[in-house]
């Protein structure tokens, strides 16, 4: 089965400042990956997806991740930090073990902007 | 907006009793998901739905089920809820059941069971 693996549930940056969260995948197949965005009391938003057309996927708000095979890796960036991007972040892989199409989270990693 | 609803947004019941909460996909989305929210298990899938037929089932108790109507709404029956079933409820949609296609996530029906 796909999995997905974040580190690091919490990760504070200063406004302005470079947005990494780090999300490593397993998967034995070529993997379907994405990033969604939970604003507080609020449902999940699609930031970006993989899907094997390119490896640098660009998103919404300036998001931006690189599947990276060699690593298993599928990091989210962004250059500069806004106040408005506190929120969760959940990686996930599209995983079919079992028919259907469910998606895997990872456990998310919570992003505060400081001023 | 994603285009997806659910109500009722919150809901509180007592112990051993039973609930349903409704999902609409967005327009012309075939497949509906529940997933389940909680603070101990983190987002987990539920089950998933394609044009009015189960497609796959994930860690979903036996006490819960489910269904996708002709109109392609889909209802999620909770009974002899405990206390540990209380979590934020989420149903997500997408076109058709490929692995490709992004789920777009409704607001949630938060669940709290007294």
């Known amino acids: 089965a796909q999995s997905v693996t974040q580190l690091g549930s919490h990760v504070s940056v200063s406004e302005g400042a470079l947005v990494l969260l780090r999300c490593n995948y397993s998967?034995?197949?070529?993997?379907?990956l994405f990033w969604y965005v939970q604003y507080p009391n609020q449902g999940l938003q699609l930031l970006l997806k993989y899907t094997s057309a390119a490896t640098l996927v660009k998103g919404i708000n300036g998001f931006e991740a690189e599947f990276k095979k060699s690593e298993t890796s599928f990091h989210l960036t962004k250059p500069s930090a806004h106040m408005s991007d506190a929120a969760e972040y959940f990686c996930a892989v599209s995983d079919q073990t079992g028919g259907g199409n469910k998606l895997t989270f990872g456990t998310g990693t919570q992003l505060k902007v400081e001023l | 907006d994603s285009g997806v609803t659910q109500t009722p947004k919150h809901l509180i019941t007592a112990t051993g009793q039973r609930v349903t909460l409704r999902c609409s996909p967005r327009?012309?989305?075939?497949?509906v998901y529940w997933y389940q929210q909680s603070l101990d298990q983190g987002l987990q899938f539920l089950i998933q739905y394609y044009n009015g037929e189960e497609r796959a089932k994930g860690n979903i108790l036996e006490r819960f089920s489910a269904q996708q109507f002709p109109d392609l709404h889909s209802e999620l029956n909770l009974s002899s809820l405990e206390l540990g079933d209380s979590a934020l409820y989420f149903c997500?949609?997408?076109?058709?059941?490929?692995?490709?296609?992004?789920?777009?996530f409704g607001p949630g029906t938060r669940l709290t069971v007294l």
């Open positions: 997500a949609s997408s076109r058709t059941s490929e692995t490709y296609n992004e789920q777009f």
């Open positions: 327009s012309g989305d075939l497949s």
């Open positions: 998967s034995s197949v070529p993997p379907y």
